[in-house]
């Protein structure tokens, strides 16, 4: 099997961006959500499938990197407000997410309050680098 060595640079960017209260379990379970949305609103970006040398099938997955930010929650509110004013797909996960256990619930708790009203914990976004970099500005790589 060959494989190409030339570096790939993508022209668009996947993104999550966490707020900096979370515990390490929400931070991966949020992170697993959002990026769910990205992969059906945005079928461009999943790969295709695997194979490893037994013929053993496994699921695409996205093929491009998922980078992740962590922010305060005033620059979570900035960055979600800049990404939907650069009509970027946006995937959103609010603290009232936690007390929920199923996707009706959830849909509830985001439809009851408005977008300004969001108690976001995080949210992740996808498009061309540079609309991406401009809404995520001032958040830190995830560590």
């Known amino acids: 099997m060959q ?18 209260d979370l515990l390490t379990w929400q931070r991966l379970n949020i992170t ?3 990026v769910s949305g990205i992969g059906t609103a945005v079928p461009e970006v999943i790969g295709q499938p695997y194979e490893d040398a037994s013929d053993v099938q496994y699921l695409s997955m996205f093929r491009q990197p998922v ?10 509110q900035a960055a979600h407000s ?4 650069r009509n970027l797909p946006v995937s959103v996960f609010t603290s009232d997410l936690f007390a929920t256990n199923n ?3 959830n849909r509830a708790a985001v439809r009851a309050v408005t ?3 969001l108690d976001l914990v995080g949210m992740a976004t996808y498009g061309p680098r540079n ?3 401009k809404a995520l500005k001032g958040a830190k790589m995830h560590h």
């Open 67 to 76: 980078l992740v930010f962590v922010g305060g929650k005033e620059l979570l």
């Open 32 to 34: 697993a959500f959002l």
């Open 115 to 117: 977008s300004e009203q």
């Open 103 to 105: 996707d009706r619930d």
């Open 3 to 20: 494989s190409d060595t030339t570096s790939v640079r993508f022209d668009t960017k996947i993104a999550v961006l966490l707020r900096d």
């Open 131 to 133: 609309a991406v970099d």
């Open 82 to 85: 800049r990404a939907i004013g």
